[in-house]
C-alpha cells in the first residue's frame, strides 16, 4: 500500500510539473530562450548603426549572441519641433509622457536632457527582461524606439539589419 500511495504521490507530483511548464506562455518561453542564448558560452557581438536626417540624429548599438538580440541603445538627438514642441516646457511634458510610460515596463531605461533647442535621448531596451509585444503596445513612445517586428518574441539581428538598411541606417564600423 505504501509503495502504490508513493508512485501515485510521484506521478501526481509529475503531472503538475508538466502542467506548470505547459502553461507557460509564448512571451515566457521567449524570455527565457532570450536569457539561455544570453548565458550561453557563444561570444556576444555588437553592431551599431546610424541615421542622420536633417536635424535628427539617430544611432543605434545592438548587443547579440548568435543571431538573437539581447539589449539595444539608442541615443538620439532631435529639435522640439519634432515632437512637436515649441519650448523646452512643451517637449518636456511630451517626454514625461513617455518616460512615465517606459519605467513600467521591465527591461526598458531612459534618460532625456534637454540642452539649447534640443532634446537628448538615451533609450536602453533589455530584451533578456522586456517584453516585445508589450513594448509596442505603448501608446507614448519616443524615436529612440525601434522596434522592427511587434509580433516577434525576440528580435534576430539579420532581421533588424535588413530592416535598419532598409531605413538607410549606415553601419557603424
Do not use: H, W
Not at 532570450?34 to 550561453?40: C, E, G, H, L, Y
Not at 507614448?140 to 522592427?148: F, H
Amino acid at each position: 500500500m505504501r509503495v502504490a500511495k508513493k508512485l501515485l504521490l510521484s506521478i501526481t507530483a509529475a503531472l503538475l510539473v508538466t502542467n506548470m511548464s505547459g502553461c507557460d506562455s509564448k512571451e515566457d518561453k521567449a524570455q527565457n530562450f532570450i536569457q539561455q542564448t544570453a548565458a550561453s558560452s557563444q561570444p556576444e557581438m555588437r553592431k551599431s548603426f546610424r541615421r542622420k536626417v536633417g536635424d535628427l540624429d539617430i544611432k543605434i548599438t545592438y548587443r547579440f549572441k548568435d543571431d538573437v538580440v539581447l539589449s539595444q541603445t539608442t541615443e538620439d538627438a532631435f529639435p522640439y519641433r519634432v515632437l512637436p514642441a515649441k519650448n523646452q516646457m512643451e517637449a518636456k511634458g511630451i517626454m514625461d509622457k513617455i518616460s512615465d510610460a517606459y519605467s513600467k515596463m521591465s527591461g526598458v531605461s531612459q534618460k532625456v536632457e534637454y540642452k539649447n533647442d534640443r532634446v537628448y535621448e538615451n533609450l536602453n531596451i533589455d530584451f533578456t527582461q522586456a517584453n516585445i509585444s508589450k513594448l509596442c503596445a505603448l501608446k507614448e513612445i519616443s524615436i529612440g524606439m525601434i522596434i522592427t517586428d511587434c509580433s516577434a518574441k525576440y528580435l534576430t539581428m539579420s532581421g533588424v539589419e535588413k530592416f535598419l538598411v532598409e531605413q538607410e541606417f549606415d553601419e557603424l564600423k
